[in-house]
């Protein structure tokens, strides 16, 4: 029966469900506002063929629609389909359009905090880590500050479950990383570079076209789910375990000039929808990842392996030389990041 159960209408059913819900949150507020229509664009980086495009980016529009009463109208737009990816903080600095979810790193040449919002290799154990880091810790205000230095309103984090690794060879011991290409950004790209691999950077559709052409040998592919959806497992021998990170973040951003417009109730809204699609996401990918691992070992299409514990402990301490590396380039903005995450992973016992 399993079979003949589509995993992603399971999912769509969850979704459906919580976007129900939580448009009976806050109806109250959104109904007692003013009834003028707001309506805005949004623009991702996710391809529009793996799951959670929908699942997760369209269902937060329709949240935000239903929460709001149809107060705030947002249009969930493709990659590309306003400014290219690379250049949509600047865009939405600009007001060229309003909102966007989108990947951190993109933009830490110019602001190096944002590589800290995805979150370092083997840092948060878990969500609830990364949840105290933002908000109890305080990071989300260091965000919001460098953010808003470029006219760019840092919403929150939207999380998901894990890093996982498709490669060509085995990866039991820093020794195997020696040599190869790896598609990653940010500072974990410097991490795997002191390990001795290479780090190459490509957007995600070339990225899977360069690991099907053999031009890189490794990919750290967010989650395993999207990954798969992306068709790595075809051409992959592979899957190291454990997750790289157990928890990994995009975010949602929009023009600041147009949030500072927003009523109270709005904003509200926003940041609530923003952490419902943590939840949404963090699900989709924690199940469809068990999925995907299962139907790897029985359909014996590939072999797991795992890095031993002197490999993750020492990739541990290479992620916080980089940082300390960052806070020293950055002492404005990355050095406060920086000491909140080593003090969230000292009172947890990993350094």
């Known amino acids: 029966m399993a079979e003949n159960i589509s995993r992603r209408k399971v999912i769509k059913a969850g979704m459906a469900a919580a976007a129900v819900g939580a448009a009976a ?28 495009y929908k699942d997760v980016y369209v269902n937060f529009c329709d949240r935000v629609r239903a929460a709001s009463d149809g107060e705030l109208d947002i249009t969930p737009l493709p990659p590309g389909a306003i400014v290219p990816t690379k250049d949509v903080f600047e865009a939405l600095g600009r007001g060229l359009f309003e909102i966007s979810l989108i990947w951190p790193t993109y933009w830490m040449g110019k602001i190096p905090v944002a590589a800290h919002i995805n979150g370092q290799l083997f840092s948060w154990a878990n969500a609830a880590e990364m949840y105290a880091y933002f908000y109890d810790m305080g990071a989300i205000e260091v965000f919001r500050q460098a953010y808003g230095d470029h006219g760019v309103q840092f919403v929150g984090p939207l999380p998901m479950a894990g890093v996982g690794l498709f490669s060509r060879k085995p990866i039991r011991t820093l020794d195997d990383f020696k040599g190869f290409k790896v598609r990653s950004t940010g500072i974990a790209a410097q991490v795997f570079q002191k390990a001795g691999a290479t780090p190459v950077f490509f957007p995600g559709t070339p990225a899977c076209r360069a690991f099907h052409f053999f031009w890189f040998m490794i990919t750290p592919w967010r989650l395993i789910s999207a990954g798969w959806d992306m068709k790595l497992q075809e051409v992959s021998k592979f899957i190291v375990r454990p997750n790289l990170a157990e928890i990994n973040n995009g975010e949602i951003i929009m023009n600041q000039k147009k949030w500072n417009a927003l009523p109270p109730h709005l904003q509200a809204i926003l940041e609530e929808c923003t952490r419902s699609a943590g939840i949404d996401f963090l699900k989709w990918t924690g199940y469809n990842d068990i999925l995907d691992i299962k139907m790897w070992n029985d359909k014996k299409m590939g072999e797991l392996c795992t890095l031993d514990e002197d490999s993750v402990a020492q990739m541990r301490k290479f992620s916080i030389e980089v940082v300390d590396e960052y806070s020293k380039k950055d002492p404005k903005y990355s050095a406060k990041a920086g000491q909140l995450l080593k003090d969230l992973m000292k009172m947890a016992g990993r350094i």
């Open 25 to 52: 949150v806050m109806p109250r507020v959104a109904r007692a506002a003013s009834k003028k229509k707001i309506k805005w664009r949004m623009q991702t980086h996710w391809p529009t063929g793996v799951g959670y």
